[in-house]
C-alpha cells in the first residue's frame, strides 16, 4: 500500500468560486487499488507558497499528485512552481504544440499565442499527452518522488489519471469489492445490523452515505475470495428489505434503474403521477437513456382540477378526503394505470412545506401509491418538520420508486422498513395480467 | 484583510467516502467579509499528523479554522490533537455535559456513554456552545494564533462559524457587492463581454461558473459605492440578453423564480408539456415553495401516443414531421395550454441521447415552444455530441424557462443569443388576453 500526497493549486479553490472534488476522486480510486492518499492540500496561485507545499507533499509520500494551474493565462503557473521545485528551465516541447495546433484545428478556432505557455515543461519532465482537453501534462521527479501533474477540470483530471496512476504506484495485491446500495436505511443503522455478523479478520467493511442512498463496500485481498463471498451473503442478508439489485456485472442500481430493469423484464410499462414530486419521479426515470421502453408517460397534477381532469379522482372525493390521502392517491395511481396506457402507475401526493402543514397532516406528510393489475398498493410516509422541501420530495421520490420495484418483484411489504414510512397497505387485490 | 487558514480532519475526507466542502463555504463567507482564506489542509486521523498541520497552519495566519473530528467515537481525536499541540489535558466541561443531557433529553434517548468524549475539551481552550448539533465547539490560542475548531457536519461547521467568525477576525472595511446571475453564456465570454467597460481601481470583478449559471460579482469598499453603481449598471448593460432578474432585495433569481415571479406578476399560471426534459421543467418549478399559484400541471409525454392523447397533436403530424420538430414542439405547446387549464404553456422535444440521433436530428437537437395569448415561439438548440445526456436535458430545462421569462416580459428575441440556440421565430401572433 502506497501513499499519496496531493496538492490543488488555485484561488478560485479558496475563495469560494469552485468546489475542489479531485482529491475526494483520487482518494476512492486510490482505496479501490490497494493505495491510500494521505492528505490534500489546496493553495493559492503564488509561486513561493505553491512550491513550499509542494516539497511538503514529497514528505514520505510515493507519489504527489498536482491538480490545477495548466491553462494558458498568466496566473496558471504551476508548471513555474514545479520548475523552481526542481531547480529546472521550462522548455517547449514540440509535440505537445503539435498536438496543441490539431486541437485548436479541429475546433476550427485559430490558437491564441498565449495557448503557447500550454507547451512548456520543466526540462527533465516526461510529457503526458491530454486526450480531452487542451492542457498536456507531465510528470516531473524531485528527490526521487515522481510529480504527476494534471489539469484541474475533473474530467480531464480523471481522465489522465486512469490512465497514469497506474504505471507509477507500486504495484499492490490485488482486492476483489462487493458493493451494494441501500436506500431508506440510516449509515449507523445499516452498521449496526451488519455487525451481528462478524467481519473475519483481512476483510474490511465501510459505509458511505451518497443521498439519498447509503452505500455498503465490503473488500478483501483477491486470495480471500472465499471468505469474502461467505461474509458478503452473511452480511447482507439482514439488509434485504433496503439493498436495491445489483446488473449483471453486479454493479448496483439506482432506484430508477431498479424500476426500468423490472419494467423491462416484464415487459410493462409505467405510468407516473405526481403532485409534491412534481415530476422528480418522471425525471429520474427518464434521465436513464433508452427509458422509454419502460416509462410511458406522466402527468404533474399539482392543482386539484388537474387531479380530476387528468386523472379522474372525483372531485368529491379530494373535498372529502383532502388531497392529500390514502384516498386520493390510490385514486390517482388507479386513474393513471387506467387513463395514460401504461400497465403500472405510481402517484404521489403530499405537504412538501414549508407552508400548507396541519396538525392531522403536517409538513412531510405524504402518500404513495403503485397500481398493477393484480393489486393496488397505498403508503403514508411521515417525513418529519426537521427535512427540507428538497429532502420531502426527494426521499419520497426514492420511497415510490422502491415500492414500485419491490411490488413488481412480489415484495411489497418489505417497504414498511422503509425510512419515514409510517404505514402500509394493499387497498386491493386482483389477479395480475 | 486578514488571512485564514483551514484544517480538516477525517479519514473519509481522504478515501472517497466524504467530499469536503467546508473549505469552499469558509473561502466564500471569508471573500465576502473581506478576508481570504490562505490553504486548506486535508489529513487522516492520526494525532502526530494533525498536530503537524495545525503547527503549519498558524503560520502566518490570523486564524485557522478546524472541521472535524468532534464526534463521540475513538477515531475523533481533533480534541486530543489540539491538547498534544497546546502542550494541554483535556478537562471535562460541566456547562458542555448539561447541554449534551438537555439534547439527548430532547430527542426522547438515552445518551451513550461515550458521547461524554464530547465534553472534553484543552483547559485553556474557551468552549463554544453547538445550538445545532452534540458535538461542543472551542477555541484555543496557539502561540497568540486563535484556533477556531468546529464539527465537520456542514450545517453544524456553518452556523456555528457564521457566529463565532466576527468576534475572531479583525475588522475589514465594509464592502459592497452587487451580484448576478446569467445563464446560456460561458465564463470566458461573459468576461470579455464585460472587459469593453473599463473597471475603475478598487472595484473587483470575479466570475463563478456554477451550473446551469455564471455569477458575476462586482465588490468595491462601501465608501466607492457610487463607483460601484456606475460600473455595475455600465459593465452589465451588455450582458442583457442573458440576466436573471433579482428579487426585492436584490438577489438573483434562479430561472425557475423568475418565470413564477412574472407569472405571479401577471396573474397566470403555466403548464409544461415535456419530452426529453422528462418532467425537468416541472421540478425546477415546484421546487420553489409556494408553487402552486403559477403552476397548473404539467405532462411528461415521452411516447407519441402521449403526445397525441394528452395534448393533442395529430399523428400524422407526428409522422410527417418527426417527433422531434418545431411542428410538434409548436403543437405540443398549443395543446398544452388549450388542455391543461394554463395560460401560458411551454413544450420541449428533443434528442438528450446517446441514442436515437440520426443525420438530420443528431443528438443534442431539441424544440422548445412556449404558448401565450398574444403569441407563440419556437426555438431550436443544437447542444452537440460532446455533452451528456445530462447536460442536454439540464441545459434544455434552462433554455426553456428562460424563454417563458423573456417572452413574459415581451423580450423573447433575447433568447437568440443563449448559448446553443440555432434560431428562434415567432410561430403565431395573437392578442394577449
Known amino acids: 500500500m502506497a501513499m499519496v500526497n496531493m496538492v490543488c493549486i488555485g ?27 494521505g492528505s490534500v492540500t489546496l493553495v493559492a496561485d503564488d509561486r513561493a507558497n505553491i512550491v513550499a507545499a509542494l516539497r511538503r507533499a514529497t514528505s514520505g509520500a510515493a507519489l504527489v499528485v498536482v491538480s490545477g494551474g495548466l491553462g ?6 504551476t508548471r513555474d512552481a514545479i520548475a523552481d521545485l526542481l531547480g529546472d528551465e521550462l522548455r517547449a516541447d514540440a509535440g505537445s504544440e503539435e498536438r496543441l495546433r490539431a486541437k485548436f484545428g479541429r475546433f476550427g478556432r485559430p490558437m491564441p499565442d498565449n495557448n503557447l505557455r500550454q507547451t512548456l515543461f520543466p526540462a527533465s519532465s516526461r510529457v503526458v499527452p491530454n486526450p480531452v482537453g487542451t492542457a498536456d501534462c507531465f510528470v516531473a521527479t524531485f528527490e526521487g518522488i515522481p510529480l504527476l501533474v494534471l489539469p484541474g477540470v475533473p474530467y480531464e483530471f480523471e481522465t489522465v489519471a486512469k490512465l497514469e496512476l497506474p504505471e507509477l504506484l507500486p504495484a499492490a495485491a490485488p482486492r476483489r469489492f462487493i458493493t451494494r446500495r441501500t436506500a431508506g436505511i440510516g449509515e449507523s443503522d445499516l452498521a449496526r445490523r451488519m455487525e451481528a455478523v462478524p467481519c473475519p479478520d483481512g476483510l474490511h467493511v465501510t459505509w458511505c452515505a451518497s443521498h439519498p442512498y447509503v452505500e455498503v463496500e465490503i473488500s478483501a485481498a483477491a486470495t480471500d475470495d472465499e471468505a ?8 447482507l442478508a439482514p439488509l434485504a428489505p433496503w439493498l436495491l439489485p445489483v446488473d449483471a456485472e453486479g454493479a448496483a442500481l439506482s432506484a430508477a434503474a431498479a424500476v426500468l430493469a423490472a419494467l423491462r423484464q416484464k415487459g410493462l410499462r409505467i405510468a407516473t403521477a405526481e ?8 425525471k429520474e426515470l ?6 422509454s421502453d419502460g416509462f410511458a408517460c406522466g402527468v404533474v397534477t399539482y392543482s386539484n382540477r388537474s387531479k380530476s381532469e387528468l386523472l379522474g379522482v372525483p372531485a368529491a372525493l379530494i373535498k372529502a378526503e383532502g388531497a392529500v390521502s390514502s384516498a386520493v392517491a390510490s385514486a390517482m395511481a388507479e386513474g393513471a394505470r387506467a ?23 403536517p409538513v412531510g406528510t405524504v402518500y404513495v401509491a403503485v397500481s398493477v393489475a393484480a393489486s393496488g398498493w397505498v403508503m403514508k410516509l411521515s417525513l418529519g418538520r426537521s427535512r427540507s422541501r428538497r429532502q420531502i420530495r426527494e426521499t419520497s421520490t426514492v420511497a415510490a420508486l422502491r415500492l414500485v420495484e419491490r411490488l413488481l418483484a412480489g415484495r411489497p411489504e418489505e417497504l414498511e422498513h422503509f425510512g419515514g414510512v409510517a404505514s402500509l397497505r394493499c387497498y386491493r387485490s386482483g389477479t395480475f395480467r
Chains 1, 2 share one sequence.
Open 11 to 37: 484561488d478560485e479553490l479558496l475563495d469560494g468560486r469552485t468546489r475542489e472534488g479531485n482529491g475526494f476522486w483520487l482518494g476512492g480510486w486510490l482505496r479501490r487499488a490497494g493505495h491510500r492518499l
Open 72 to 77: 494558458p493565462t498568466l496566473d496558471d503557473i
Open 228 to 235: 469474502l463471498t461467505a461474509y458478503a451473503s452473511a452480511a
Open 275 to 282: 403532485s409534491c414530486t412534481g415530476g422528480g419521479i418522471a
Open 286 to 291: 427518464t434521465e436513464i437513456a433508452g427509458s
Open 339 to 361: 387513463r395514460l396506457g401504461a400497465e403500472v402507475a405510481v402517484a404521489v401526493t403530499g405537504v412538501a412545506g414549508p407552508g400548507g402543514g396541519s396538525e392531522a397532516k
